[in-house]
Every structure is written in C-alpha cells, then in structure tokens.
C-alpha cells in the first residue's frame, strides 16, 4: 500500500499570503496524484488531477507541481474562499489512498 | 450533467448490516468505461476508499474490510450499492459513493451520514 503523507496538518496563512502544501508518497506514484478541497459539511472536490492539471472551476491562483514522491499544492494569494482542507490522493495502484489532510485556516 | 445521490438508512445498530445506494444520472453504469466506488469519511477525520466496481465487474477492495464489504450493481435502476457487514461504532461516517476513470481523480457523490449506534 502507497503512504501518502501531508505536511503541515494545519497551515496558518493571512488572507493575500501563498500558502504551500506538500503531499509525499511512500513509493512513486509517478504523476497520478490529485489533490481535492473540502469545506466543512461539503463532500471533497476535485482540484488538481495529473500532478498539475486544474480542474474546472478553479482559478488560477491554484497550482500543483511534483512527479514521482513529492508533491506540492501552492495557493499564490489566499482567498476567503481558499481557507479549506486540502487532500491528496494517488491513483497510481491499488489500494487507492489519500493524505491525511492539510487544513488552511485564517492567521 | 453527471450526478451522484447516496441514500442510506442513516442509523444503524451494532452488529448489523449498513447498506447504502447510489443512483447515477447523466451516465450509463453498464456502458461507461469507468470504475464505480465507495468512499467514507469518519467526523472530523480523513478519507478512506473502501471498494470499487468497473463497468465490466472487476473489483478491487481495500484489504482492511474487504472481509465485510459487498458491492453490487443494479443496471436496471443505475444504481449501484455497498453492504458493510458486522459494524460498529468505528463505522460511523459519511459515505461517498463516486465514479472514476482507470488511473483517475475521483467524481463524488454529496455523501451520505451513517451512524453505528444501538
């Protein structure tokens, strides 16, 4: 099974500041890696799918990098709307995993 | 437009069996090439997949409940359903049902909330 793990669990970060999240996996997952955003009372939505591609409906101060191990999820400039918890998730092979969780809370 | 609706009883007691549904609009189970599959999350905690069915019935499982896990589809309703045998308090979370490609991100469901509770 494929460990994916996030740091930091949490992330305080004043409104217009970058946030920057990392995910790594155990093994490589070469670049099937998504990360999703999920606020509260809310079901997970895709963000980020093939490392870096963004998914619709999100702007382009969201963006995500990395191959094989490491990854990143960067938000240039915090939004209101951004403060959230962010999952990655591999799809490289099964078992299919996910992160524990960054959550991006107001500073 | 693709969309997931969970259904589920909402309470169940220990020992039992939790049965969830979800109906799938704006796509054919039976005819797309795409894996069905089920999700949950405890309150307040991360996600774990639980199981995935592809369109042509191959399934995979994750390890640590497969022993309790039964997925089954209705192409008949586009309904597809998880049975999760034996439960208990550690049970108790909201269930995603969610659609997938081959070595792709997860399209979910709103989820639904089951609790394991006498």
């Known amino acids: 099974e494929i460990v994916m793990t996030q740091s930091p669990a949490t992330l305080s970060v004043s409104p217009g500041e970058r946030a920057t999240l990392s995910c790594r996996a155990s093994q490589s997952v070469s670049t099937n890696l998504a990360w999703y955003q999920q606020k509260p009372g809310q079901a997970p939505r895709l963000l980020i799918y093939g490392a870096s591609t963004r998914a619709t409906g999100f702007p382009a101060r969201f963006s995500g990098s990395g191959s094989g191990t490491e990854f990143t999820l960067t938000i240039s400039s915090l939004q209101s709307e951004d403060f959230a918890v962010y999952y990655c998730?591999?799809?490289?092979?099964?078992?299919?995993?996910f992160g524990g969780g960054t959550k991006v809370e107001i500073k | 437009q693709l969309q997931l609706q969970e259904s589920g009883p909402g309470l169940v007691k220990p020992s039992e069996t939790l049965s969830v549904t979800c109906t799938v609009s704006?796509?054919?189970?039976?005819?797309?090439?795409?894996?069905w599959g089920w999700i949950r999350q405890p309150p307040g905690k991360g996600l774990e997949w639980i199981v995935s069915?592809?369109?042509?019935?191959?399934?995979f499982y994750n390890a640590s409940l497969k022993s309790r896990v039964i997925i089954s589809v209705d192409t008949s309703k586009n309904q597809f359903s998880l049975r999760l045998s034996s439960v208990t308090a550690a049970d108790t979370a909201v269930y995603y049902c969610?659609?997938?490609?081959?070595?792709?991100?997860?399209?979910w469901g709103q989820g639904t909330l089951a609790t394991v509770s006498s």
């Open positions: 998730h591999q799809y490289n092979s099964w078992p299919l995993t």
């Open positions: 069915v592809y369109y042509s019935g191959n399934t």
């Open positions: 969610a659609r997938h490609p081959p070595w792709g991100p997860f399209y």
């Open positions: 704006g796509d054919s189970i039976s005819s797309s090439s795409y894996y």
